[in-house]
């Protein structure tokens, strides 16, 4: 940023630096051409023809510098046709300053100058001149003479000289004072960003567990998200320790059991590794299937169609239960904030245990209430004392003692993957069938 800045103040600097020296310049060389201009129109003012065809003067020039040798401020009128300042016999018609002493101004008579024509010579050594002339045809002669009138450029160039420095050093100190304000505003408008490195830092090795909030505007939106997705990290940790605690928790009591029956010789050790496998295993599952919706949330992209879910899960549940009817209506383009693998196991665990413990009969109707889909799976079973009902939702519980084949984990899975998503799941008793009524609410997709 600081290189950029003092690379964009130098280009606009050299511009504007030029621009005013064009300026400064051409003002300069214009007021002393005026002044030359103005002494040839008094010249030509002053200007009659002699007895014998020369040019002279009604009244001498004013300027002293004109009869000083070599003073730098000359004049010449000369006869164009004829020339006739370099001509040793033509000297009664060149009519010079006698400040030129022993030079002559040099006259092209290819061009004429019928207007004043002012341009810069050399044709002295060591002495620059700048020159102004014009043809004039004087009354009483028929000869066109050219007037031309030439001062030493010297005071001219030294005073451009001091101009050009002087721009150039307070260019040069300007510029110099914009890159160090530059810089130090960029310094200091970027200082903030060290601190919040310091601050990371300073949470990576412990010191602290949080940005801190006294940050200038700019910076409070990436503090703020840095915040949380520090929280985010820990409450990710968190999950993942009690996630790996209740595995181990849920694997512990299985193992003991088998550990005691081999250390026992029990004779129905075999039974017993089988059962409590499939109970180890049954645990595996869930923790697995909450662990896949924990690595699945992070998508910002996922949605799923419910109704497309519903109608997978209706086939497969009235498949496996003979009898069982599942019907279905409410919102059919509704989507939800989640994975359809997620989906389908948490609708197939509702829809499945009310074809299950119900009497036949499942009814499924969806809702839309923003900012949640409520999904509601009724039966028409016995139902569950208001009671009984949390217990539902612990892991392996079961109220059902008719033996019918279950892991208890079904609930417990629904609520887990739900919750991981930001949704919910409720009990209640069903009006219309008279059964147990579960409501899914689930993020609006």
Known sequence: MIVVAAVWIAILLFAGGFALDRVLTNSLVRNFDDQLELVLR????????????????????????????????????????????????????????????????????VHGDTSTHKYDSDQFAGEPLRIVERDIILPGSPLKWRFQVAQSRENLDAQLRELRTTLIWSFAVLGLGLVILAALQTVYGLWPLRRVRSEVVAIRSGAKTRVSDDFPDELQPLTEEINQLLAHNEEQAEEARRHAGNLAHALKTPLTVITNAATARSPDLADTVCREATTMRRQVDHHLARARAIGR????????????????????????????????????????????QDLDEM???????????????V???????????????????????????????????????????????????????AEIYGGRIGLEESEDLGGLLARLSLPLG
């Open 347 to 361: 609708l197939g665990n509702l829809v499945e245990n009310a074809a299950k413990y119900g009497s036949g009969r």
């Open 42 to 109: 008094s010249m030509i003012g002053a200007s009659e023809i002699g007895p014998v065809g020369e040019v002279r003067f009604s009244r001498a020039p004013a300027d002293q510098r004109f009869i000083e040798t070599y003073s730098g401020f000359y004049f010449q009128i000369t006869d164009v046709p004829r020339n006739s300042c370099l001509s040793d016999t033509e000297q009664d018609l060149c009519y010079r300053s006698r400040s030129l002493w022993d030079r002559r101004l040099k006259v092209d008579a």
């Open 363 to 417: 009814f499924v109707t969806v809702e839309k209430s923003a900012p949640f889909v409520d999904i509601i799976v009724e039966d028409d079973g016995p139902g569950i004392p208001e009671a009984q009902r949390a217990e539902l939702f612990t892991r392996g519980k079961r109220l059902d003692t008719t033996g019918k084949p279950g892991t208890g984990l079904g609930l417990a899975i629904v609520r887990d993957v």
């Open 297 to 340: 949330r992070a998508s910002a992209q996922a949605r799923a169609p419910v109704w497309e879910s519903l109608q997978a899960v209706q086939r497969a549940v009235t498949r496996m239960h003979e009898g069982a009817t599942v019907d279905i209506a409410g919102d059919k383009k509704v989507e939800v904030r989640v994975e359809r």
